[in-house]
């Protein structure tokens, strides 16, 4: 069973800072990865998809790498904003299913 | 263009009462699923369905109940509600293939 594991738990910082998101995951056998924003009492927003090929996929502030033979992903956010807090989750795709860590709460102070 | 549509967007049960979560997506995608997310845990799917007439389980299907009989819809049904079911559920949808899922807005349901 795939097991996703996302370090921080949580993090807060002070607005305009660069920060770095992981995700790891057990099984390398996927199709693809996809990163979600969910703010509190909301549904999941999509941030980036990246395919099994890829290595890495960008939309605007946001930069999103994975090695899947090693099972790792972060996603990188510049110049944090206030607005992008939230708590951020990764889901490994393996065909009928995405496997979901309990994500980062995140934090930007102004 | 709506999205993923859940309805009710809250509910409060009694154990035993049952009940249909309802999912509606006008995109057109022949994949929808629904999941379940529990403090502390990830979401977990439930059942899952990669078009009409045709659904499987998924990680956590017991309680629950599904069918496809339309493209767009995908309700879920609780025959008999127990308070372990207490729960916000998410409904999702993609086209097949390695494409971009989308969820609707969720449904927390409370079972008392």
């Known amino acids: 069973k795939q097991e996703v594991t996302q370090i921080p738990a949580a993090l807060s910082v002070p607005e305009g800072e660069n920060l770095v998101l992981n995700c790891s995951f057990t099984d390398s056998a996927i199709y693809n990865l996809q990163w979600f924003r969910q703010d509190p009492g909301k549904g999941l927003t999509s941030l980036l998809l990246i395919q099994s090929s890829q290595r890495e996929q960008t939309s605007g502030r946001l930069n999103a790498s994975l090695d899947k033979s090693s099972g790792r992903s972060t996603l990188y956010i510049a110049a944090s904003q206030p607005g992008d807090s939230a708590t951020y989750l990764c889901?490994?795709?393996?065909?009928?299913?995405?496997?979901f860590g309990t994500g980062t709460s995140l934090t930007v102070i102004p | 263009n709506a999205g993923v549509t859940q309805t009710p967007k809250f509910q409060v049960l009694k154990t035993g009462q049952s009940m249909t979560l309802q999912c509606a997506q006008d995109?057109?995608?022949?994949?929808m699923s629904w999941y379940r997310q529990d403090p502390g845990m990830g979401l977990r799917l439930i059942h899952y369905?990669?078009?009409?007439?045709?659904?499987d389980q998924g990680e956590v299907p017991n309680g629950y109940n599904v069918s496809r009989s339309t493209t767009e819809d995908f309700p879920l049904r609780l025959l008999s509600a127990a308070p372990s079911q207490t729960s916000v559920y998410f409904c999702a949808s993609r086209r097949p293939g390695t494409t971009e899922a989308f969820f609707g807005q969720g449904t927390r349901l409370t079972v008392v």
């Open positions: 369905s990669v078009g009409a007439g045709i659904t």
């Open positions: 889901a490994p795709n393996t065909g009928n299913q995405f496997y």
């Open positions: 995109m057109n995608h022949e994949y």
